[in-house]
């Protein structure tokens, strides 16, 4: 399979010149384009490696005798708008160029590889099929999944081992929202090859595997009771730079944005002692000890002081940094940024993570 970025290229030669972008924006050096406003990147779906991908998604449906396709935008990040049976689609993932950009500046491109592209729009298909059958009205729906109007709140505790939720999307997002419940448990269901009955054998969760199959069952054949043409934050109404884009997303995700902790690390650790031993292999080989004495200052779980500690390292190893410190010395400081950085973000006996 090609990747992600070089099937956009493709589809994008093969576009009429009257249809492909008419600026050249994406040969800008990156310091140029972030000045570029977002809707004069004149973006659309069906002249993008996201057409197929969608394309995709409907013909699951179809194979489940689902009729109604959700349609799709461009907007600035994965989304349905609340109880609106319409999905949106991050604009980046609409060129390569794009990707590298939000690469770049994230870290990471959500959605940039053909695998997590198909996952998100089959979660964000569990939402847009929730709105537009009007599931969560249903008696049945609330004593399976909780409350609809549960509050979303930016964080979220989770049991990483909970047997009464699937697990697709990364941080066990099904434990975010009854909203979120149901769309990873739909996103199960319906992606090919899941094996769901074999994996969540014995498992509570399968009583809402087995609703979501029996009222897909029901609705199979029929047209949705609610449809919708709006579309909040789409790109093509976007008036802000992506410079001012990048600022406002690193500032919302606060500790979940992947480069949080590059200050911290930086301080610790040097970036020009190549023949020093890498921060990476450093945290990697004192992982238990750390894990260890943090556990035993906050009281907080190992495994999520686990998951802070892969963070750190995946994070020294990105920026390629070396411990030039006595090793005594940076243990102490590692330990005790992990320690307080456990003791401002987690609870107790669950996970916490930024929804």
Known sequence: ????????????AKSKPSEAVASDWFNLP?????????????????????KPHIGQLYDELDARGITFHPPCYLADEWLCPDREPIMGI????????LIKLEQKMMFEAEGGTPETCMQLLRHECGHAMNYAYRLFKRTRWREIFGHFNEPYRRTYSYQPYSKRYVVHLP?????SHPDEDFAETFAVWLTPGSDWRSRY???????KL????????????????YTSSITPWAAHRMTSTLAAYYERKRRELGTGFPGYYDGVLQTIFSNDAADHESAARF????????????????????????????KLGSRAEALRLYRVDSEAVALAQL??????????????DVGTVQG
């Open 1 to 12: 399979m090609l990747p992600f970025a070089d099937m956009i290229h493709r589809i994008m």
């Open 30 to 50: 990156d310091e140029a384009l972030l000045q570029k406003r977002i809707r004069d990147l004149r973006l659309r779906i069906e002249h993008s490696a996201l």
């Open 90 to 97: 991050p604009f980046y993932l609409a060129h390569p160029r």
């Open 171 to 175: 941080d066990n997002y099904a434990q």
């Open 201 to 207: 054998e014995g498992w509570p969760v399968m009583a």
């Open 210 to 225: 087995h609703y979501v199959e029996h009222v897909m069952q029901h609705i199979r054949g029929t047209e949705p009771v």
């Open 283 to 310: 945290i990697r080989r004192h992982r238990k000890i750390i894990m260890d004495a943090v556990a035993q200052w906050t009281g907080h779980r190992k495994y999520d002081i686990y998951l802070l500690i892969k």
């Open 335 to 348: 330990t005790g940024i992990a320690a307080a950085v456990c003791s401002r973000t987690f609870k107790s």
